[in-house]
Every structure is written in C-alpha cells, then in structure tokens.
C-alpha cells in the first residue's frame, strides 16, 4: 500500500457524493496565551488529521491498519491512536480520518504528528509520515508594570 499524504487541518469536510473531500484551515503552528506561573499539560485544540491510501498495484487488493502516534518536542511519544482500518479490498483508495480532541504539552517546540501503517497480520509498523506542528505558549502576566 502506498500513503499519498497526511494533512494537518481544523476541519474536514467530505462530499460522499462526489467523494470529494476538503480541508478547512490546514495548520502547522498553534499559539495558545496562559498566564506565566500556571502550569499547562494540555491544550484544548480541536483538530483532524487525514490521510490518504493507494494500493501498491491498482488491480491487487490489500489491507492494512493505520494508526497516529503524537510525539514531543523531546521525541517522547505522548499519545497512541486507536488502529484504524485501511480497507484497499473493496477499492483502490482509502481515507482515513482522526480527528484530536486536545493536545498534551511539555513546552514550546514542534510536536510531530507520526503516521503509521502495519500490513495486515503482520504486526509490523512502519512511519509513513511525519507532520509538524509547531507550539508556541505566549506568556500573559498577571501583573503589567506601566511604570
């Protein structure tokens, strides 16, 4: 199976009539403001990452399982997605959609969004791409020295 893209966005929205999709607000940076001396271990984002799937040869069905790992600016994986199937049987191409309710935060960096496929049974995974998403916390203070 062959992965086509993955795209970071705010929203998706697919036309199953024309079975056409289209990205809303793709991104590659968020900047959040929390005040100096709180401490943040998330960030309530609201986003969706699509992927698309060719098969390997067009009249040679596959299947395979698809699943999204987050890492930190550190290179620690922080969250694992659920496996999600990459049904290339019944058709030559597959999208998937994850949608991500919040993010973790560990600091100011880029955070990647890892994909992953493994080839049915095989237990095996392989990255298939790498989005970046730049996090950037603007510090507000409390107090403001008009001096």
């Known amino acids: 199976m062959e992965h086509v893209w993955s795209v970071l966005c705010r929203l998706q929205i697919t ?25 943040v271990e998330g960030i309530p984002a609201q986003l969706v990452i699509v992927s698309m799937w060719w098969r390997s040869h067009s009249n040679e069905p596959e299947m395979g399982y698809q699943r999204m790992l987050i890492s930190s600016p550190k290179g620690e994986v922080m969250v694992t997605s659920s496996e999600l199937e990459i049904d290339l049987i019944t058709s030559g191409r597959a999208r998937i959609i994850i949608n ?9 960096g880029i955070y990647r969004f890892i994909i992953q496929y493994s080839i049915a049974n095989s237990g095996n995974w392989v990255d298939a791409a ?18």
Do not use: C, H, W, Y
């Not at 036309?15 to 999709?21: A, E, V």
């Not at 790498?130 to 001096?147: K, Q």
């Open 15 to 39: 036309d199953k009539d024309r079975n056409s999709i289209s990205l809303i607000e793709t991104t590659d940076q968020i900047n959040f403001f929390a005040e100096e001396n709180v401490n």
């Open 100 to 108: 991500v309710d919040g993010l973790p935060f560990t600091g100011d």
């Open 130 to 147: 790498s989005v970046p998403l730049m996090i950037v916390r603007d510090a507000v203070s409390r107090f403001t020295n008009e001096g």
